[in-house]
């Protein structure tokens, strides 16, 4: 666990690709359990731990996750990410360039319980959510090339069903159609950089996390 800001009321972690952010049927434990372990030892709290999940990412995924240490900043914190004032940036590594160097995508997605499973249409469908997200082209190495992306909705599995929607699977990605895992489980996303006014203090909190530390994220280390 990489703790990469933390005050009275909230606590960011950097998460790695085989963490889990809150629990599931695998029965490991999640972020939100160690998190309130390490409060509990390093505030030598009595009892129940108060920590409230804001947001999710999905478990081989890496980066930042936001948790609320207060009730207060919990309420707060879901009315920020349920109104789009939290700003958050993310990279994804892509074997084919898209045809555009710079896009937004404007998708409907259907989601399947069963299959835990995305689909997206170019045109409104019943059942579908819209989803819309900008990216960016900013780097290439030898093999891949290097996306940033930036968020306007938040659905399910959105950035990797619209990168796989235009043929631009995310490495390592096999759900959507990339055709090698990576080693380690983890697909090439990373949550890169989150952005809000602190719910109760109101300062401005920018937080970026460093990216994995494998061959394929060290090749745009300079980027």
């Known amino acids: ?40 030892e390093k505030y030598n709290k009595p009892g129940n731990v108060f920590l409230g999940v804001v947001h999710r990412l999905d478990r081989p995924v890496s980066g930042l996750v936001v948790f609320a240490k207060t009730s207060k900043a919990l309420s707060r914190l879901n009315e920020m990410f349920r109104t789009g004032n939290v700003h958050k940036t993310y990279w994804a590594i892509v074997k084919n360039a898209p045809s555009k160097d710079e896009s937004e995508l404007v998708n409907w997605l259907v989601r399947n319980e069963k299959q835990n499973k995305s689909y997206a249409y170019d045109t409104e469908k019943p059942n579908t959510k819209k989803a819309v997200l900008d990216y960016k082209v900013i780097a290439h190495s030898d093999n891949y090339h290097l996306l940033e992306i930036h968020l306007k909705t938040g659905r399910h599995h959105q950035i990797r069903c619209q990168l796989a929607h235009i043929g631009c699977p995310i490495k390592g990605d096999l759900k959507y159609g990339f055709q090698r895992s990576n080693p380690d489980g983890s697909i090439c996303l990373h949550s890169k950089k989150i952005e809000f ?18 061959d394929v994220w060290t090749a745009f280390k300079n980027v």
């Open 1 to 40: 666990m990489q703790i990469v800001y933390e005050d009275n009321h909230l606590i960011i972690i950097n998460k790695s690709s085989s963490e889990i952010v809150q629990g599931d049927k695998t029965g490991d434990i999640p972020l939100s359990e160690i998190i309130k372990d390490y409060l509990k």
């Open 197 to 214: 006014i602190h719910p109760i203090s109101k300062k401005a909190i920018q937080i970026i996390a460093p990216t994995p530390e494998t």
